[in-house]
């Protein structure tokens, strides 16, 4: 009985196969969207922004990745006005990306990790201040696998805490991240 039941068990767990997950490697990509700007002191201001990202999906369950990009001035133009033009000059932030992989195609993500934002104020009639700050980046989202190595992903982060009023002076922004991206997938 011994023999039979051996190599069947044996056969029977050899034979069984796991579904492949759609989204493990390494990865490299871009993204554009809006960029909400909060330096403490004025009304929140939105303007264009982009970065690129590298990262791996190294389990079914979590990624890490690194972004680094910049945004647009929120300066309006034609415009005369009291409110300063804020811009993030650069910004770089390192995440965690706990994720769930519904099926082959979609996942969703949250990030979670910490951020560094270098930006510059330009007060009206003033010179243009700058100021670098680190702060928790947080945010979630969704990718879809639409070719074999390519996915499309959409999110929100948002870098930093928020700046307090300083008189005469200016403490840095945070910035909530509302993007596209596509993502070449290397596997």
Do not use: C
Request: proline share 5%; no cysteine.
């Amino acid at each position: 009985m011994k023999k039979f039941l051996m190599p069947a068990i044996v056969t029977g767990l050899l034979s069984m196969s796991v579904a492949p997950v759609a989204f493990a490697g390494p990865y490299v990509g871009a993204g554009a969207g809006v960029f909400t700007l909060n330096d403490g002191a004025t009304a929140k201001k939105s303007t264009g922004g982009g970065y690129l990202k590298v990262g791996h999906d190294f389990h079914e369950y979590m990624g890490a990745e690194i972004r680094g990009g910049l945004s647009g001035s929120t300066k309006e133009e034609n415009i005369v006005s009291p409110v300063p033009a804020n811009k993030i000059d650069f910004f770089v932030a390192a995440l965690l990306k706990p994720r769930y992989q519904f099926n082959e195609q979609f996942v969703v993500y949250g990030l979670a990790g910490g951020g560094l934002i270098n930006a510059t104020q330009t007060p009206i009639g003033g010179l243009k201040r700058d100021k670098s700050k680190f702060g928790v980046a947080y945010g979630a989202g969704l990718s879809v696998q639409v070719m074999d190595n390519i996915s499309l992903s959409a999110d929100w982060l948002h870098i930093g805490s928020k700046p307090k009023p300083v008189a005469g002076g200016f403490d840095g922004l945070s910035a909530d991240m509302y993007t596209a991206s596509v993502e070449y997938r290397f596997y």
